[in-house]
């Protein structure tokens, strides 16, 4: 848990986040918490249609209410030249989410899944083949909990489970 404080203090260092910006995300928190109450928020049995709004405003309150609070106390550094974006990923992240998007109803959701997120992790986040593998894992049965089972979405079950 320290590893990962650590690290997104570090994000925070190095990301540009304006105050403005943060504020914007905070006002468009309140004002999507505001209007998504006006919904039916429901139960947490029987949610209402204003329920996920209204959780998905409270974290972007929430998150940049953190992220405005720690940049106040971060000292100035130089700021690095992350101008030049690299290119490279981003199109690979684009062609891994278009065969995502091509194999997810012939293959299935939790085995295109799970590749979609082995390769972004291993190819774009660099990061070890044991680690990549375990998190596809983990995120492909997750999500399927989630939205097959608690949600009870229907999921393309693919070419295995036919």
Known sequence: ??????????????????????????VTGIYLAEESWRLDLGTLNQPGSGFFPFLASMLLFFLSLILLVQSGFEKKEKAQDK?????????FCLACLYVYAWIFEWLGFVPSTFLFIILLIKFIGKKSWILAILTGALTAILSYIFFGVWLQAALPRGIFWR
């Open 1 to 26: 848990m320290k590893a990962f404080r650590q690290g997104l203090k570090n994000k925070i260092k190095n990301a540009n986040f304006g105050k403005a910006t943060l504020f914007f995300w905070l």
């Open 83 to 91: 101008s030049r974006a690299n290119y490279r990923n981003i199109i």
